[in-house]
């Protein structure tokens, strides 16, 4: 009896020292580092798709490579990038109303500004909306994609 507490007590501090914070910190960080690149893969990559599939010969322009940033910085608010340590199971479902929102505001910050990001014309009503459904399912998806 006295042997299997001893045996007890050596196994839980041997998981406890394998396993500390600074490891758990490190994979936190690589995480959230993945997710950025997943939702540049997403944005980049849907506004190219729909400028390239567009009725109208349409271009991105400098100030739209500059727009990218300030959308990660949405992104960072919306808290995408923050993870609760607390949960058992992180999802991308969990995330959907977030990426949602993220998409909706890209599209509509796409189509109010774009005269300034897109050459050759602005965006009409059905390509915005082209670009608001591909971009919701492109974050989701690169965001799953992404190794965890």
């Not at 609760?84 to 991308?92: N, Q």
């Amino acid at each position: 009896m006295v042997g299997l507490g001893v045996w007890r007590r050596q196994s839980l501090q041997q998981i406890t020292e394998a396993r500390g914070p600074a490891a758990s910190l490190r994979r936190d960080a690589l995480f959230r580092r993945l997710l950025l690149v997943a939702d540049v893969v997403a944005i980049a990559g849907t506004f190219l798709v729909v400028m390239r599939f567009s009725s109208r010969p349409l271009q991105l322009t400098w100030l739209s490579v500059v727009g990218l940033p300030l959308l990660l910085i949405g992104a960072k608010l919306f808290g995408l990038y923050d993870r609760d340590e607390t949960l058992l199971r992180k999802t991308t479902l969990d995330e959907v109303p977030k990426l949602f929102h993220l998409a909706t505001l890209c599209a509509l910050t796409a189509w109010l500004g774009s005269e300034l990001i897109v050459r050759g014309g602005f965006l009409r009503r059905p390509e915005a909306l082209v670009l608001w459904v591909a971009l919701l399912a492109g974050l989701v998806l690169a965001r799953a994609a992404a190794p965890r």
